[in-house]
DNA sequence: ATTCCACAGGAATGAACGGAAC
DNA sequence: GTTCCGTTCATTCCTGTGGAAT
């Protein structure tokens, strides 16, 4: 019943997030640096607190798994030395507060988690301090994508742990990591000083350095001969534009190699490549899609709208009217103007839509002008299985027969939804 | 140089909600 | 149950802004 495929791939894991390379192409320098901050770890002495920024799958976290889980392997030849890390990605993390629960969290075991809500903050941090003093020696916390929480204040309380008597067991380092670099413009002084007292920084990959990474990876995941020399470079290019992401490209190549694999294809090829990059799209839109308010589907769906018709770019008093007529006809109120404008930068911010500035003015005033980022049969479609709301697909279904300059044939929904 | 359009976006505030503790 | 607590989504009011028009 079943049987093992092995027809193109060597060992497909190596494609994946958490593989790690036995070497790291291109960061020698960022690596070196990031080694010398961490030294007085195993020197005994208090951690410097680490500050990586860079673009997403630019190393920041490669380079950082790569160097602790050799800290932690040299830790263990010296006996007086005690070393505990704790990583943790910030992403979906919104305040301070849920880093320092999810850090309790991750110091406790199983059977001892604590809520994500409910608690005074003090006590939050009273139960961290605690977790943390209990480990003694050295602790390293490693904040991942720590642009995403709003606050600083974990950060201040953590690197102001040691001079109040919060912790006097344990010596706490901070590492981290950033894609904003504005990140680091908002902290507050205090918490700048202190956490940027080693900073790193990792410029994007360039084309050739992603080929080579490209070329390693592929080494261990494919078997010989499997890959046309032009995926490699197909999967760098996109990766390339994108700013250096090595993480885009990988998943690219693992995609086209899924493809291939699915289809019982001899090799991969450049079509594979093409199909993975819109799927792999497709993807990104309906992850997009999903954290956004019903509100932001209306918006959404304003703006697709607009898109099929030609009508974009569109500023927002354009979008009112069209987005309140979806809301009235799903029965909702529609939201104040104010609040219509943030969820459209919000679109934007998802990287669903972009935005220009214009101004013109005495005339015009500024503006913004916004216009679908992806493509919109695939926008719509992600949003057909994305939104369970039916009533908002059947409005606009409506919307689009009844204007009848746009191609309504390939968007009309299956009836499973429009019971 | 000054004026001023029309919006961007910050800040204060509140309602609704899920959870903890009593 | 009630009282705190933090989060999210929303409203309301407000200040800021860049460049064409004067």
Known sequence: MFERDTSIYADRDALREDYQPDTLVGRD???DTY??????????????NIFLYGKTGVGKTASTQYLLSHLREDATRYDDLNLA???LNCDGLSSSYQVATQLVNGFRDEADQISTTGYPRSTVYEMLWDEIDARGGTVLVVLDEIDHVEDDSILYQLSRARATDNISEAAVGVIGISNDFSFRENLSPKVRSSLCEQEIHFPAYSASELRSILRQRAEVAFRDDILEEAVIQLCAAYGSKDAGDARQSIDLLMKAGDLARDG????????????GRRELERGRIKEGITGLTHHG???LYALVTFELEGETPVRSREVRPRYTRF???V?????????????LSELAMLGVASVR????????????QYELDMDPGLTIEAMRETVEEVGVHRSVQDYLISADSVETADYSLPDSLTE
């Not at 007085?40 to 410097?48: A, D, K, S």
């Not at 019982?264 to 199909?275: L, M």
Request: net charge negative; glycine share 8%; aromatic share 2%.
């Open 264 to 275: 019982d294809a001899e090799e991969v090829t450049v079509d594979h490549v093409e199909r």
């Open 297 to 299: 589907h209306l918006v």
């Open 327 to 329: 809301a009235e006809m």
């Open 35 to 48: 080694q010398s901050a961490l030294q007085p770890v195993i020197n005994g002495e208090q951690p410097n």
């Open 85 to 87: 890390v704790q990583t």
């Open 357 to 368: 500035e214009r101004n013109e003015g005495r005339r015009g005033g500024t503006y913004h």
């Open 29 to 31: 320098e960022e690596i």
């Open 331 to 343: 029965g909702r109120d529609p939201l104040v103007p104010r609040r219509m404008r943030d969820h």
